[in-house]
């Protein structure tokens, strides 16, 4: 294993929030709150088990922020009553326990919902179907539905339930921060992505037209979270659509990193397919690197591909501030301490996916 860099088990300050070390463990969907959609204590013993495996900051799987079209899976947990971050605040005084961070992401489906316990219809930027089919291990079938157009009101009341989720993230469940999803071809990424938001009102557009609704989101949830951490995940590919690669090219870079600075967010989590690797074809410079650039003075989380010490290292040489472990943290939950000591981590068992993706048995020992 390459040598491990003292900076990357060094505490790290992010705003207010202090880090143990600058090790994150990346939101992954699992599938595991009850039907009510209400966090479980089996949630509560996997995530514990990341904040004592030495995991600095642990962020959650994507939460529903309201009872209309936000909610995404059958079993995925969400926040939209007092009930519900109730039940978080067990898996947030877990996490606690071993003197981890706990960010609350919180995350509306739009056109991708496979389930919805409120609602029968979808409903997104445009009514496009989305491409691809719906993913098997979240308990999907077949093609994805054909969502409605968002109207002003409905897109007003997604702005609303992102806020009032972050509220109760961090008054009644604990929360020390929130994410706001606007990555993987979910709502937020549907508004900012040219070929799924065809409007042609304040919504659609240019690349900055498009982001607007990501923007009026961290407005709105900042401010009501007094001052707990408030930051936003993007990406480029998306659960439906992996190759995706936005139009413009670093321009598009530019403009989202640049627009989402000025919003004032405490940080962004990039999330590509390897984080250090080109972004775009004929452009060397990774999407990491180019949200460090356009984005100078925000805290920045990079995901992907991290397996070892070595990506790790290379990831924050790419301009990262804190490196985010998905699959090699669900193969080691002790990930951080593996670092330490120098122990190779073990291989990712993809049955820990299969059939479904709920949390196992095996992963609350």
């Known amino acids: 294993m390459t040598a491990l860099n003292p900076r990357i088990i060094t505490p790290f300050d992010m705003g207010s929030l202090k880090l143990k070390n600058r090790i994150a463990l990346a939101p992954m969907t ?61 898996v947030v005084e877990a996490i606690h326990r071993h003197e981890s961070a706990a960010i609350a992401q919180i995350m509306h489906a739009g056109a991708l919902s496979q389930a919805n316990r409120f609602v029968e219809q979808s409903a997104g930027p445009s009514a496009i179907r989305p491409k691809g089919e719906q ?71 240019d690349v900055r037209q498009r982001l607007s609704l990501t923007l009026e989101v961290i407005a709105a949830v900042k401010k ?4 707990s951490a408030v930051g936003v995940r993007i990406s480029q590919g998306k659960v439906n659509d992996f190759q995706h690669k936005w139009a413009g090219g670093e321009h598009d870079a530019q403009a989202i ?25 004929g452009n060397e410079v990774s999407l990491v ?18 397996q070892d010490s070595a990506c790790v290292e290379q990831t924050l040489q790419a301009g990262a501030d804190i490196v985010a472990v998905g699959k090699a943290a669900l193969a080691n939950p002790d990930f951080v301490q593996r670092l330490i000591e120098g122990r190779a981590p073990e291989h990712f068992d993809p049955s820990l996916l299969a059939p479904i993706a709920q949390i196992k048995d095996r992963e609350l020992k």
């Open 30 to 90: 699992r599938v595991s709150a009850s039907e009510s959609g209400n966090a479980t204590p089996a949630m509560a013993r996997y995530y514990e088990r990341f904040a004592r495996g030495g995991f600095g900051l642990v962020i959650t799987e994507g939460i529903y922020t309201d009872r209309q079209y936000a909610q995404g899976y059958l079993n995925q947990p969400g926040i939209t009553d007092s009930e519900q971050a109730l039940a978080w605040r067990a």
């Open 135 to 205: 993913m098997k291990f979240y308990h999907g079938e077949g093609v994805y539905r054909v969502p409605q157009a968002m109207t002003d009101e409905d897109i007003a009341d997604a702005i609303e339930g992102f806020a009032l989720a972050a509220k109760r993230a961090v008054e009644i469940a604990g929360f020390d921060g929130v994410e706001i999803h606007g990555a993987n071809g979910y709502l937020l990424d549907q508004f900012m992505t040219d070929y799924s938001n065809q409007r042609e009102d304040r919504w659609g557009g």
């Open 224 to 227: 009501v979270v007094g001052h």
């Open 257 to 281: 990193f640049g627009s989402l600075a000025d919003a004032g967010v405490d940080f962004i989590h990039v999330t590509e397919h390897q984080a250090w690797k080109p972004a775009f074809i």
């Open 289 to 306: 690197t180019l949200a460090r650039h356009y984005a100078p003075g925000v805290v920045l989380i990079a995901n992907g591909g991290v």
